[in-house]
């Protein structure tokens, strides 16, 4: 069944307007015919049933039938990245929906010299990616911000945050996040040019920090998320199985 | 310093002439100049640092001077993976070999439906990733198979098999990685619409195999080749530390 994700409150008998590149892909690409079902989420009510009702010339309709599942929260996980290439940074996004990321904080670091960034094609990229996943939610996809800044407004230390630190002398990422404990979480990876001396001191010097390492190889951006994100799942997050 | 992955014997005093379009890359695009050094490595004598010290119009030569590292061997980790669209068997490739993986082997399997595959251009893919994450060896390419016959010439019951099974009802990786031993291993991806019944049934009944879930989420391909390749370095790997 098509998964679509949508702004309006859903409850049955509801009547949802989709978007107009969304009317798009249900009925030219995907083909959906009149009276077919497709699943919705909102991100606040559940997920529910719909079937499509009207297709005009700029959109079509769906009417709102049946709850399938409640409402459930990802793990209370940030990532927290540094802005990287676009194409890269496009991945990263997906694969935090994908790996059930609550957030994601775009970070500006002394080796960032991207200017600017389309958080809007972002947000869309985490939507899609929420949608093909299973998820219930979306991430949120936060606008740039200094890194200095993010740690100036850290919410409370009780969130942990797990630093992937090039330097490799932080305990491996599995058996440091085993001895970890704390339900918030951040997860932070650099960019591509490494973290400066004076950011990786301060960072270190956070109290809320837990230093890892990810292997003895360098890995790309894109594939240090994946990693953190998995680890972090495995040891403290839903992949821990019931 | 820039690494360079060659295909000559190397030891001090050995010259070695790059292909030509790595002459392209070392003199054209990072305008490397005559005396200046980079690393070099072959998978069997180390890296080594090497000076340029002759540029032709059609390509460079390069002199060998120093072992900097003595060779050594990634785990022994065969990734399984069965065929699927270029652009993310291309990632897949790469991240096997940020990740460590030794040797990357393509499956057809029942939903397969890529009728050809560029096994040079993936292994070069695979050397540009050895070159930039610093190992000393490039994950081997092997040409498509059927999975069964990868099956049935599998070498020994002592290599295991570690099962990404998107049904869901084995073991979290970490948990069943976490009891396991073993020193060969290779871990099996399927194909975007997954195994087929028969084909899941024959994986699960092999007497090498260890199967796993990689939490509750849909996972793309790329997706889950990275978070297993990740758990396996973390939990039986050389992410372990010293």
Known sequence: ?????????????????????????????????IDE???????????WRARLTDVTKRGCALAVEEQVRAQAQSPDLDLIVALVKRARLETIVEKAAELGARRVRLAITERTNADHTNVARLEAIAAEAA?????????????????????????????????????????????????AEGRRWAVLI???GGFSPGERAAIRALPWVTPVTLGP?????????????TLWQSMLGDWRGA
């Open 37 to 47: 079902t497709l699943l919705v989420f909102n991100g606040r009510d559940g997920e």
């Open 190 to 192: 650099g960019p591509e």
């Open 1 to 33: 069944l098509i998964r679509l994700h949508v702004e309006a409150d859903l409850a049955a008998g509801a009547r949802v307007e989709p978007r107009q590149e969304q009317a798009h892909y249900l009925v030219r690409v995907m083909r959906l015919a």
């Open 217 to 229: 190889r360098i890995l790309r951006a894109d594939t240090a998320a994946i990693a953190a994100l």
């Open 131 to 179: 949608e093909q996943t299973g998820r219930l939610d979306v991430p949120q996809v936060l606008v740039p911000m200094p890194l200095a800044m993010i740690f100036a407004g850290w919410e409370s230390p009780d969130r942990r945050l797990m630093f992937c630190d090039e330097e490799g002398d932080a305990a491996p990422a599995a058996t440091a996040l085993g001895a």
